[in-house]
């Protein structure tokens, strides 16, 4: 079985940060594309960074300049470093990791249980 497990979320103010990460456990063989999505109350579920296994980064427009993603493939884990948080980056946030297992050797996605992010203006 596969885990994915955040922590980081609280609240913080407006211009404020948090650092997100994501911790992968499991009989996991390897790890493809990592990502973090997030959804606002009343809003569907969008993505916020992806990096792949070789470090490629892609940003959602409203997060460019202020969000990093990255991650340390030996500990299984990805990052969130979000900086100059606004009050439109409030929602629960989710990790997503495409993971394959030692015991199927095929390729599945699996999400975190999801963390809370409040920014307050």
């Known amino acids: 079985q596969v885990q994915l497990v955040e922590s980081g979320g609280g609240l913080v103010q407006a211009g404020g940060s948090l650092r997100l990460s994501c911790a992968a456990s499991g009989s996991i063989f390897s790890i493809n594309s990592m990502a973090w999505y997030r959804q606002a109350p009343e809003k569907q579920r969008e993505l916020v960074a992806q990096?792949?296994?070789?470090?490629?980064?892609n940003y959602a427009d409203p997060v460019k300049g202020r969000f990093t993603i990255s991650r340390d493939n030996a500990k299984n884990t990805v990052y969130l470093q979000m900086n100059s948080l606004e009050s439109e980056d409030t929602g629960v946030y989710y990790c997503?990791?495409?993971?394959?297992?030692?015991?199927?050797?095929?390729?599945?996605?699996?999400w975190g249980q999801g963390t809370q992010v409040t920014v307050s203006s």
């Open positions: 990096i792949n296994s070789g470090g490629i980064t």
């Open positions: 997503y990791a495409v993971i394959r297992t030692r015991l199927t050797m095929t390729w599945s996605a699996y």
